[in-house]
């Protein structure tokens, strides 16, 4: 999460993921994991998902210094055909068996058209949608899945029993700027009820329930209960919610043998187990089906319908899925990337731990 | 829509199905395709979703009627690669296409591992699980989406832009029956504002909002406006519930050169065009992923805990996706099929005008 929400420093992207790959080498990561983990954990702050990026660095390291992460791991594909492949991430940091898994996929699309992979013993992997954003460049659509520590109740349930399951999904355009979805199946991240606690104020309904089961708008009462799927109430479709986290959860750990459900400790909770974290990759290639830009031309059509749709009262216009974290891309590529005080000082704390200090001070500009 | 919600009659679904494919017949439409039409209507009436069911008979004798809908099309597999094919369903009765495309798929993933397909030109398919289940005794994971005549508004906006846009996806387990997740990417369907209004009630807050895009309870006002995404408001998630949605229209409208977005005429409405629905299904055999067995025995331990979940105050227990409608599969099985006044009174109509009163008679008993 991304601390105290008040503002600490502004920084460059570049010295931010050389300052990250520098602290994690100091754990034995070797340099080339370091600086793929810093990339996607960059890549959160750059485009404003901040409670995925620099802030967890913090969580990253405490499970390497408590040897809940191998540092040095050899990930290796176990079971393999010509379109699918499961990958055993031999518990190094998430990021390192994810993206052998998806580009592993976008390779194979390219001769077979559609490819997909299951990756177990993985590690908390940062934001999903920056692996399915590596299928755009192939021109094809990527897909990616991954289970997490269990945070939600199912429907009609009261116990946290599955986790916020993302599903992300990147489909190139032609002029336009690429669809990426990249969504939580619960109403809401925990990060939100992070944010409401600290700031003290309640949750609305629907977020979550308390340890009985009973709604709540207070976000520690939501905390010590569970969050809600995304549909909130049964009566407004959190049964569908509920089943999605399923489907994430059957194609990432059913389908590779990782932890699921209840099972899995991702990066929030049980700092002193092994986590066996599930991922699911695939990359469908377009011109399989259509030519490339007969597709990204109706793609443009489509983004400029929704664009360009009436608003609904009290709203500028209509979104479409990826617009905010893109144009936030941009203003942080041009501005920098604000970090608030509350990581600046996890980040100081780390430094000066793991002796990063010229790290921070180019970072810090100081 | 299920009509009045009166008591009509109890009916077997064999002669249901062989009722239902004589008036299909009467339009010059081949026996094996009324059957199979037949086949998926009834299966949505076996397993309670009365709405998807024969009550809709009339909509697509309809479609027949003015010459919408081909009676004798010849779907066709116009583009193909080893693991996927786009068809041409050239207009024909919707479940003609679609179950030729979904058992494509099934037929190469048993060589391939994974397969898909995505379909133009089709029109109504029933209910999207029917295609996902046919995965199942092939020790598959089934997926099955369509796109749909546009009622959903996006996120921030107020005009139906999108389809309800359905996600089936079914999963086989071992001893315990299959999941069977069958969902509209919508917070509800359009069959629940008919219930609605035909019982004079009020809707719940966050299923629709009225032509101006303003919340309302007023079912007939949700009608002149538009469905709301699954989510209902963006504080929910909504943006999720519409970000799903466009997925779907990408899969089954955009690889397949299928109308997209409010260019989709489905079932109900605009009785004068012709509807060009796409459709996406893949299936993904499992043991290339994991031994069946061992992949279904985690299956089985997934269900079971989550249907041994202490349930939230006021519910028996945590339900499984698919559960409601296996068990009105098998209570129906045993005690016939519920036909309530105003279907029972459309398909004696339509026995009347297209002179099938034999079937009728053998369906009534009578």
């Known amino acids: 999460m991304s601390g ?6 502004r920084v460059d992207a570049a010295a931010l993921r050389r300052f990250t790959s520098a602290v994690l080498r100091t754990y034995d990561v070797p340099v ?7 990339e996607v954990l960059v890549a959160a702050d750059a485009c404003g998902i901040d409670s995925h990026g620099v802030s967890r660095l913090g969580l990253y390291t405490l499970k390497l210094e408590r040897g809940l ?5 050899r990930p290796r594909i176990v079971r393999e055909t010509a379109t699918t492949c499961v990958v055993d991430g ?10 052998l898994a998806m580009d592993w996929c976008i390779e194979r699309a390219r001769d077979v058209a559609v490819a997909c992979a299951s990756v177990g013993h993985g590690n908390h992997y ?16 990527g897909l990616s899945l991954t289970n997490a520590t269990s945070l939600v109740a199912p429907t009609f349930g009261r116990r946290p029993l599955l986790g916020t399951n993302p599903i992300a999904v990147a489909v190139p355009a032609g002029r336009e700027r690429p669809f990426v979805l990249d969504m939580a199946t619960s109403a809401v991240s925990a990060g939100k009820l992070q944010l409401a606690m600290a700031a003290g104020e309640p949750i609305p309904e629907g977020w979550a329930v308390d340890a009985e089961g009973r709604g709540t708008t207070d976000p520690l009462a939501g905390f010590g209960g569970a969050l809600l799927p995304l549909g909130s109430t049964r009566e407004l479709g959190s049964h569908k919610g509920y089943g999605l986290a399923v489907v994430v959860d059957v194609l990432s750990a059913l389908l590779s043998g990782a932890a699921f459900g209840p099972h899995c400790l991702s990066l ?7 986590a066996n974290v599930g991922h699911f990759f695939a990359a469908v290639r377009v011109d399989a089906f259509r030519p490339f830009e007969e597709f990204t031309a109706a793609m443009d059509d489509m983004i400029r319908g929704l664009r360009e749709a009436p608003p609904a009262p009290g709203h500028d216009r209509v979104v479409v899925a990826g617009e905010p974290e893109l144009d936030e891309e ?8 604000p970090l608030d005080a509350g990581t600046v000082e996890s980040l100081r704390g780390l430094a000066v731990e793991r002796r990063c200090e010229d790290e921070l001070g180019a970072l810090l500009g100081r």
Do not use: F, K
């Open 4 to 9: 105290s929400g008040e503002p600490g420093a």
């Open 32 to 38: 080339e994991h370091a600086d793929l983990t810093a």
């Open 69 to 73: 992460v191998n540092p040095r791991p």
């Open 90 to 99: 031999d518990n190094g940091l998430g990021p390192v068996a994810a993206v």
């Open 126 to 141: 940062g934001i999903a949608g920056w692996y399915a954003r590596r299928a755009l460049p192939h021109a094809m659509i």
């Open 268 to 274: 929030t909770s049980e700092l002193d187990q092994v």
């Open 330 to 337: 941009d203003r942080r590529g041009r501005e920098g990337i």
